[in-house]
């Protein structure tokens, strides 16, 4: 499904094509071909062409499409509406196509869209949520507009004449009509008894606080238009109209939305699990279906959680005495890693700026290594980017953005520096190696370069086989030998693994097992040995997100299992360079799809 990243459903075709110089898919050989290459088409002409912000997103607003970039999305509650049931019939045709009859690489594109089509219309039935993206609340510290368009305009909406600059203003006016939108929706979730935990109501009111308390002159969606706008020498008072546009549209209605938001403080549950929801049971099973692309159950999901986590901290254990480090649970032993003075950087500005160059040194010389294991390479570059300060308080500690299709904008890997102690220095080349390369971004950007692709296939995601990719390549950086001469980057490594498979039990814990938030934060805690600060965010972020968090060791977990079946058939005939091209050439595909293009790449192998 769309991943985190990609948290919207991205794709583009027609005049977005012609604009952005991508070629067309092969043409269909047969009638059934036809009718899949014409519905995945559709698909795309009616929730992408549609989609101002997506196009920009992929640097596809140009040309034809100029006009997009002067919107928003709609986000009324009929757009979405009108939304399902374009979907519907979309998928519902899908019915009248001979699958039997497809190609290969066809029967890959159906079988893709088909899951994706059915798990997402499983998602209707309930009464909160909606878009593609299972989270019951549309406002939270993680969702809604207040959270996203910001960050959308000042690093996605380009500005290089003095249309793109009114083009900008545009946008930004139409930023309270988002926010209301966002408010009437959010009190219909409310009505419906979906209403956020305190605690995520006291994050969200916090982030929005800090837009509402600012001097409007200060905040980035003024300053970036001026910015930019001067670095290309575009006269006009670009930051006083701005800043109108907020104090007179934006803040109000980020002011009425922390209205209706606080008006449900004195009553909201302190319970964290979607279990208290209505359906919500069957809403958790639906998400853990979504984003793990299986039917794991949350006993089966939390058991795995405990068995793998038993067997990384076994490892750590080893690891650990042979620095020396002997007393305490693995846990403690970590936590006392974290508060080692060698290890942080100062929480200052200019280390700050040397923390993220040191990424750079680690993205430099992994590149350097990665002909020996991949066969096809991304294009595009990546760059490294800092969570924005307005909303680096509630947001995950890394993520990634994907690259425009176009060229014009880079892959960025953003990772959250509110505090420097959060990022010991060994914890950071594993992060380098999830976000960037061989993770995220060599993924995504080998998705979106793939030639002769449907565009619909080049940038539908899910959050099984792209987190569980980036887990992989935590894993193969090992194997490459990065940690050869840095004993405590492998402790990172494997830190990083505990972490994952402490989700699956904090996860499954909260939605499956009824925990508090406190119960899962100690439980995190004690397994991983990171900080309050730092657990707290991840563990009210799989509050909002039920599920997501699973996808990582799930995904990781069929990667290694895939890949050491092949071994195990074809001897001295596997290359893993073969391997990874197969998996990687497949796009983003539900994890079942996956072990059906590995058993056929398998078969091809002499």
């Not at 019939?89 to 079988?111: E, K, T």
């Not at 990719?469 to 193969?476: G, H, K, P």
């Not at 563990?539 to 069929?558: D, F, L, N």
């Amino acid at each position: 499904m769309i991943d985190r990243r990609r948290l919207m459903f991205t794709a583009a075709a027609g005049a977005a094509l012609a604009a952005s110089g991508q070629a067309l898919a092969q043409t269909p050989d047969n009638a059934a071909s036809q009718q899949l290459h014409a519905l995945l088409q559709t698909v795309v002409e009616e929730m992408v062409l549609k989609s101002p912000e997506t196009l920009t997103g992929l640097g596809l607003d140009k040309g034809p499409n100029a006009p997009m970039k002067r919107l928003l999305e709609d986000r009324s509650q009929a757009k979405i509406d009108g939304d399902k049931a374009e979907f519907r019939a979309a998928i519902a045709s899908m019915d009248g196509i001979d699958r039997d009859a497809l190609g290969a690489q066809d029967a890959v594109y159906f079988d893709t869209l088909k899951f994706f089509g059915d798990t997402v219309i499983q998602g209707y039935q309930f009464p909160y949520g909606g878009g593609f993206f299972p989270s019951p609340y549309t406002v939270s510290q993680l969702s809604g507009s207040y959270q996203g368009i910001p960050d959308f305009l000042d690093s996605q909406h380009t500005i290089e004449t003095t249309e793109d600059a009114e083009a900008y203003l545009s946008r930004l006016s139409a930023f309270g009509t988002a926010l209301d939108q966002e408010t009437a929706r959010m009190e219909a979730e409310f009505a419906a008894g979906a209403v956020p935990p305190d605690f995520v109501i006291a994050k969200t009111l916090t982030q929005m606080g800090a837009m509402l308390d600012a001097r409007p002159a200060d905040l980035t969606l003024v300053k970036s238009v001026a910015r930019r706008a001067a670095e290309k020498g575009l006269a006009g008072d670009w930051a006083g109209r701005a800043q109108t546009i907020v104090e007179q549209t934006v803040m109000p209605a980020l002011a009425r939305q922390a209205d209706a938001l606080r008006a449900q403080q004195p009553t909201a549950t302190h319970e964290a699990g979607v279990w208290r929801l209505p359906d919500g049971e069957a809403y958790y099973d639906f998400g853990l279906k979504y984003f793990t692309t299986t039917n794991m159950t949350g006993q089966e999901v939390h058991e795995l959680g405990l068995e793998q986590l038993a067997e990384l901290s076994a490892r750590a254990d080893e690891l650990l005495k042979a620095e020396g480090m002997t007393q305490g649970t693995v846990g403690e032993r970590i936590a006392a890693m974290g508060k080692d003075p060698r290890f942080i950087y100062p929480n200052t500005d200019a280390a700050k700026e040397a923390l993220l160059a040191d990424l750079n040194v680690q993205i430099r010389a992994m590149q350097a290594r990665l002909p020996d294991y991949f066969g096809r390479l991304p294009q595009a570059p990546v760059e490294v980017k800092r969570v924005p300060k307005e909303i680096e308080a509630g947001a995950p500690g890394g993520y990634y953005n994907g690259a425009a299709l176009d060229g014009s904008r880079p892959g960025a890997y953003y990772i959250n520096l509110r505090d420097t102690a959060e990022w010991p220095k060994w914890t950071l080349p594993t992060l380098t190696y999830h976000e960037a390369i061989p993770g995220h971004h060599l993924q995504i950007s080998l998705q979106q370069e793939k030639a002769d692709t449907p565009m619909l296939m080049k940038v539908l995601g899910f959050s099984a086989f792209s987190e569980g990719w980036a887990l992989y390549s935590e894993q193969l950086a090992d194997e490459m030998g990065v940690y050869e001469n840095d004993a405590w980057g492998r402790i990172g490594y494997l830190q990083s693994m505990m972490f994952r498979a402490s989700r699956l039990v904090v996860d499954s814990g909260l939605h499956f097992k009824r925990w508090s938030r406190e119960q899962a934060i100690q439980s995190m805690m004690a397994a991983t040995g990171d900080q309050e600060s730092s657990v707290a965010t991840e563990i009210e972020r799989y509050c909002v997100w039920p599920g997501q968090a699973c996808s990582y060791k799930v995904g990781h977990t069929a990667w290694v299992r895939l890949r050491e079946q092949a071994k195990a058939e074809l001897g001295d005939r596997f290359s893993i360079k073969g391997f990874h091209d197969a998996g990687l050439n497949a796009g983003g595909v539900p994890m079942t799809v996956l072990e059906r293009v590995i058993g056929d790449w398998k078969k091809t192998v002499v």
